[in-house]
DNA sequence: ATGGGTTCTTTCTACCACGGAAAGAACTGC
DNA sequence: GCAGTTCTTTCCGTGGTAGAAAGAACCCAT
C-alpha cells in the first residue's frame, strides 16, 4: 500500500540488499561471489546505501598476511518496524530492528469482530510498541491474518472474523500514518524464515506451523509460494491417517485433526474423562503419562508422514517448524522421525528438520519481516540524498 | 554433454527463442507483451535466429483494418532431434522435428543389460531412426532411463538395470557422433509437458506419471525441479490407503502399490483366481464385471487422494496425468475427481487435470524435448553465418 | 483513387549496468 | 622496509535495452 511514483531499486540493488541484511557483516568480495558480479559492479552498488546511511561499514576484519576486509552491514538501528498478527481474540504485536529482531511486544484483547474496531485496536497497539522503543523511527507496519489478502492489502476472506474484502492495510495506514501492509499470516511467517530464519540460504524448504490450526508454507528457488488458494489452510487438512478423528470441517485423521491444539485438547480430555488443556497433555506427557504419551506419540507419527509427503510431493529437503504448538515437537520427535524414516526410501538424503522455538512470537515476527521487505521494496535511491532517518518512508 | 567455447545465447534470446518455439506462429507484437521486451529489441533478437534460418516468418495474418503481422515461426524442419528410453527390457525410441513431434519410433528388445550391449543397442535404434526420416540432419540425441542422472549425463545409479556411474551420455556421443544428453525418464517427460504440453503456460503445474510405476515431477515459476533424489521414485510412495497392498517396496498402500500396472494386474488376477494383465483388467472394468470395477474404483480413489495431497503440498492447480498405463484414466475418473473433491476444501479453486494421451510415446518423446533444450542452450549465434542445416550442432 | 486511421516493424540513437584491467590501499612476515 | 597477498576503487569499453520517429501494410470512408 505504498505509492511507488519513481523507478524503485534494481534487482542487482534489491538482491545487494538482502544479501547485506541477511548476511549481516560482509565483505565485498564475499557479496561478489555469492551475487556473481564484479568487485567494481559492488562498489558502484553499495555507495548509494552507504551514503544514505542505510549500510554501514563494519570493523575490519583482519584474517592473515592480506588486507583486511572492510565488512558491508546494515545500520540495523536505521528504522523501526511494527509486526501485528490478528488472531480471533487478540492482536499480538512485536516492535522489530531492520533484522526483524524482536525489541518490544504487547498484545491486545478483541473484543469485537468488527473491522473498524479491529483497525482501531490494532492501531493503538502498533501506537504503543512505538512508544515502547526510542532511537529510530518506524518506517512500516505489517499486519498479518488467517485468511486470502490480495497484495494491496485487501482481506478477501477472514472466515475466523466474517471478513470479506475489507481493505485492512489502506485502513490501518490511515488510521496510523505508517506505510502498511497486510498479509497472510502462514506467508508471513515463511518470508520470514526466507530471510531470517536458519533456512534463509537453503533456497527451497516447506514450512509446517503447529498450534490453533496447521499451516504449510514452501519456497522453492528463493520465491515463496502463492496461489489464489493462500490462507484456506489447504496444507493443514492432508488425510494423514486413515481412523484418525475428524476435524472441523470433517476430514477424519488429517493434519488438523491429529495436530492442532484444540483437537489434542479434546482427544485427551475425552481419553482422561476430564478437560485438560494443549499444554497440560504436553506436560502429563512429559511426566510419563500413559495416556497422553500415547496421544502425543500418534500425533509424532502422523506429523512424520505429514514430513515425508511434504518432502516428497514439494521436492524439498529442508523443513522448518514453527508455531505456538511447537513444543510438541520435544515429545513427539522420536515418534516422527520413525515414521518418516520410515515412509522415506533408505537410498534417500535424510530430510533436514529445522525447529524454530519461538513460538507465538514467531507470527508477530513474521508480519514485521513482510513490513521490512515491502519496505525494502520500496526503497527509493535516486532521489536526492535523503539523511538518515528519512532514507525509509516518505 | 556438448562443449560449450563460445559465450552461447544471452538469457533474452534463449527465453525468445523458447517462446518462438512454444507458441508457434507468433508475432513480434506479442513477443513484445510476452517476454516484456521493445519493439526495437524483437527486431535485433529475431534478427540472427532468422538469418540462420531457425525461424521463419510466417505468413502474415491480417486482421482487421490494421497492418497484419509478420508472425515468427520456427522452421521446425531444420534438424531432427532423437529420444530412446530405456526400461529394463526395451529400448523405445522416436524421431521429432524440433517441436518433439513424433515423426517416426522403433523400438529394440533389451537382452542384456550390460552397459557397453546397451549402448550398442540404442546407437543402432538411432542409427535406424535417422535413416527413417529424410529431409533434414539429427542434431542432438536424449535419452532418459529411470535412475538419477547427473547434469553431464553420468547415471550414478539405475538399479533396475544394476548401473552404477556410468558415463552414459559420453558414450552414446561417441557411438554415436551425435550431441547426446541423458537425463532421468520422468524429468525428461516433465520437461516435454512444460515445453510441449497444453500446459506449457501454465507456470507451476505436476506431472503424475501411471505405468509400470508411478513417477511423479514438478514444475514451479517455470522451472523443473531437481533435487539429488530425483530418480529414486519418491513420489511414488506416497501413502494413500492405510489398509492397502504393500507395494514391492513394502509400503502399504503406496502410489505405487494402488496405481501401478503389475500392482492392479496383481491384485485383480488374484481376486479373480487366475492370472490377468494389466490391460485385461481395463478391459473387464470396461466390461462391467464388478470385481475389476471394484479394483479400478479403488484405483480411481487412490489416484484421487494423490492428486489432492499434491495440489496441496506442492501448492499447485493444474496436473498432468501421462504414461502408458493412463488408460486407467477412462475408468476410474469419476472416482478419483470424487475422491479429489471430498479431499478438497469446497472453497478452493478447482483443480485442473489435464490428460496427456500419448502413452508410452510420452516416454520417448520426453527424451527428445530434453534433447531439443539441450540444443537450444548449445546454439551459437555468436559465430559466421552459418547456413540452414549446421546451425545446430557443429 | 486517394487520403486518414491503425497497427506492426525497423532504424537510429542514447543510456545504463556490468565487467575487465590496472592502480591504490592495508596488512603480515621476512 | 620490501615482498607478497588480498581487498577496494577508478577508469573505460562493451553490450543489451528502451525511446522516438519513420516507414510499411492494410482497411475504410469519402
Keep these: 500500500m505504498s505509492d511507488d511514483q519513481t523507478p524503485g531499486l534494481g534487482k542487482t540493488s534489491r538482491e545487494l540488499a538482502r544479501q547485506v541484511l541477511v548476511h549481516g557483516p560482509i565483505s565485498r568480495a564475499d557479496l561478489g561471489n555469492r551475487l556473481d558480479l564484479s568487485p567494481a559492479s559492488l562498489t558502484r552498488l553499495s555507495r548509494p546505501f552507504l551514503d544514505r546511511g542505510i549500510f554501514v561499514e563494519a570493523p575490519a576484519t583482519a584474517h592473515g598476511a592480506h588486507r583486511p576486509a572492510k565488512p558491508l552491514d ?28 524482536p525489541l518490544a511486544d504487547a498484545s491486545r484483547a478483541l473484543t469485537s469482530a468488527a473491522f473498524d474496531d479491529i483497525v482501531a485496536v490494532v492501531a493503538s497497539l502498533a501506537d504503543e510498541l512505538d512508544r515502547a522503543t526510542a532511537g529510530a523511527p518506524v518506517a512500516g507496519l505489517g499486519v498479518t491474518i488467517g485468511g486470502h489478502v490480495t497484495d494491496d492489502g485487501v482481506v478477501t476472506r ?16 490511515a488510521a496510523t500514518g505508517l506505510p502498511t501492509c497486510a498479509e497472510n499470516d502462514v506467508t508471513a511467517l ?14 527451497s524448504f516447506a514450512v509446517v506451523t ?50 492442532a491444539s484444540p483437537s489434542i485438547a479434546a482427544h485427551a480430555s475425552q481419553q482422561l474423562g476430564r478437560t485438560v488443556g494443549y499444554g497440560e497433555v504436553l506436560d502429563l506427557a512429559g ?39 511447537i513444543a510438541l515437537w520435544d515429545l513427539a520427535a522420536p515418534s516422527a522421525l520413525a515414521q518418516l524414516t520410515a515412509d522415506r526410501d533408505p537410498q534417500a538424503t535424510p530430510v533436514h528438520i529445522v525447529i524454530d522455538p519461538s513460538g507465538f512470537t514467531a507470527w508477530a515476527r513474521g508480519a514485521a519481516a513482510v513490513a521490512i521487505t ?12 535523503a539523511t538518515l532517518p528519512h532514507a525509509f518512508g516518505g
Design 74 to 101: 546494515v545500520h540495523v538501528d536505521a528504522a523501526r518496524f511494527i509486526g501485528v498478527k490478528i488472531t480471533g481474540d487478540t492482536a499480538y504485536g512485536v516492535i522489530t530492528n531492520l533484522r526483524a529482531t
Design 158 to 173: 477472514a472466515t475466523f472474523l466474517g471478513w470479506h474484502d475489507v481493505p485492512l492495510a489502506a485502513a490501518l495506514e
Design 190 to 203: 515463511t518470508i520470514a524464515q526466507q530471510w531470517f530464519g536458519e533456512l534463509r540460504d537453503a533456497g
Design 210 to 259: 503447529v498450534g490453533a490450526g496447521v499451516g504449510y508454507g514452501l519456497v522453492i528457488h528463493d520465491r515463496v509460494i502463492k496461489t489464489p488458494n493462500t490462507g484456506l489452510g489447504l496444507g493443514g487438512h492432508i488425510p494423514l491417517v486413515d481412523d484418525g478423528p475428524p476435524c472441523f470441517l470433517g476430514h477424519p485423521g488429517c493434519s488438523t485433526a491429529m495436530l
Design 287 to 325: 511426566a510419563g503419562d500413559p495416556t497422553a504419551r500415547s496421544i502425543t506419540d500418534t500425533a509424532g507419527r502422523a506429523l512424520g508422514r505429514l514430513l515425508s509427503c511434504i518432502t516428497n510431493l514439494a521436492m524439498v529437503d529442508s523443513i522448518v517448524l514453527a508455531g505456538d504448538g
Design 374 to 385: 515491502r519496505a525494502l521494496d520500496s526503497l527509493r535511491l535516486t532521489t536526492p540524498a
